[in-house]
């Protein structure tokens, strides 16, 4: 029996899954290609990504790969500021991507459309009126740049806080033009109600999830530590800013106390792209810099604790359920924790450098512990394949959509 056909659009390749969007992108993908042929268009933003088209070929109807420059995009997207658009909504445009997409709306009976990232609504503005579309915004984005403008001094102040104005606008347009517009968690679904209330009808939210067979404690997992170390671990992407915050703040305002207290405390920062303001963390005493590694799992399962420290944050945060699905206690802030209902006592959620420091040196000297509570909530409430089967409901949810 044929499938039905649906239009995929992605603001980055989702595969291979090794960061927070792709992680999210990619299972989506893997369960809606068992269901429909998919089209997929993405932009690819590393050179080393570009490898991974033969991969995804294998399993989709078509797929169309844009390069997407990161630095020559920024400077093409400033022409907004004289357009009056959002800058993130240029930078994710292509010429190439909207014949490509074009093409295959007009050639191919395709009734559907997932959108991942808001920026890539703009691709369906001029496609018919029966194409039923879903939003994927994953966040509410605008508020993202809100929250940087009020950490940044002049001009970047000026520039996020412009961003989020227009990206609130942008969204807000999108939202009213879409069948469902989805969110990562229901209080980032409550937010954008509450700022899009013409919209708010249509808004639903699909929890991120864990491949809870693959990021599971096993004996097979060498430690990567030496046999002394008493290890904080935080992981994630290394070029993405509120990452970098987060870590410069940690080892600056937390690890000194921890250093002092425990003798033999590590701080590793495990991700890939470390900017040149994580690389210079490592210059202080007990601070390790991995870069990429193959598989993070050793990292975490050896640790004593992750930390999630992050001051700016948007919806659920991928790494704090992986550590939680590798039964390794975590302390995080408020933000970190937002949309991740926990009530395992092997989660200190702490909103001041001090609690921080004090949870950490306490867990440091104690015995190691496996937190099995926290497993259990992970493999109850964050399972992939739950999660992309309610994405599909949605985007099944009937033929007749609001023309975007």
Request: charged share 25%.
């Amino acid at each position: 029996m044929s499938k039905d056909k649906l239009l995929f659009l992605v603001h980055r390749i989702p595969f291979p899954p090794n960061k927070g969007d792709k992680i999210r992108s990619y299972n989506f993908l893997l369960h809606l290609t068992q269901k429909y042929d998919v089209y997929l268009g993405a932009f690819v933003d590393s050179a080393a990504d570009r490898q991974y088209g033969a991969e995804l070929e294998k399993h989709c109807a078509e797929v169309c790969l844009v390069d997407l420059h990161p630095l020559k995009k920024k400077l093409l997207s400033t022409l907004a500021l004289l357009t009056g658009e959002a800058l993130s909504v240029r930078y994710f445009w292509s010429g190439a991507l909207k014949n490509w997409v074009d093409r295959v709306t007009a050639e191919n009976d395709i009734r559907s459309v997932l959108v991942f990232s808001s920026p890539m609504a703009r691709y369906l503005e001029e496609h018919k009126a029966d194409l039923r579309c879903v939003v994927d915004f994953v966040d509410v984005d605008s508020q993202k740049w809100t929250q940087y403008s009020g950490e940044h001094g002049w001009p970047m102040r000026w520039i996020y806080a412009r961003e989020g104005q227009k990206l609130l606008a942008y969204e807000k347009g999108v939202a009213t033009r879409s069948d469902r517009s989805v969110f990562v968690s229901r209080p980032e679904a409550s937010l954008f109600q509450r700022l899009a209330p013409e919209a708010s009808d249509r808004v639903a939210f699909v929890e991120n999830g864990v491949d809870t067979v693959y990021f599971r404690p096993s004996e097979a997992l060498e430690n990567p530590f030496a046999a002394d170390e008493k290890v904080l671990v935080f992981t994630g992407a290394m070029d993405y800013w509120a990452n970098v915050d987060s870590v410069v703040w940690f080892v600056t305002q937390v690890f000194p106390a921890v250093r002092e207290a425990v003798k033999g405390a590590r701080f590793f920062i495990v991700g890939s792209n470390p900017t040149p303001a994580v690389l210079k963390l490592a210059q202080v005493e007990g601070v390790h810099v991995t870069g990429a590694v193959r598989d993070i799992r050793p990292y975490l399962q050896h640790a004593v604790a992750a930390v999630a420290p992050l001051r700016i944050a948007r919806g659920v945060q991928n790494k704090v359920l992986e550590a939680m699905a590798m039964a390794r206690p975590v302390i995080a802030t408020p933000q970190a924790m937002e949309g991740i209902d926990s009530r395992s006592d092997d989660v200190h959620e702490v909103n001041t450098a001090q609690s921080m420091a004090g949870v950490a040196i306490e867990l440091l000297n104690r015995p190691r512990i496996v937190s099995d509570e926290s497993r259990a909530f992970i493999t109850r409430h964050y399972d992939w394949k739950v999660n992309a089967a309610k994405m599909e409901q949605l985007i099944r949810g009937g033929h007749a959509g609001a023309r975007l």
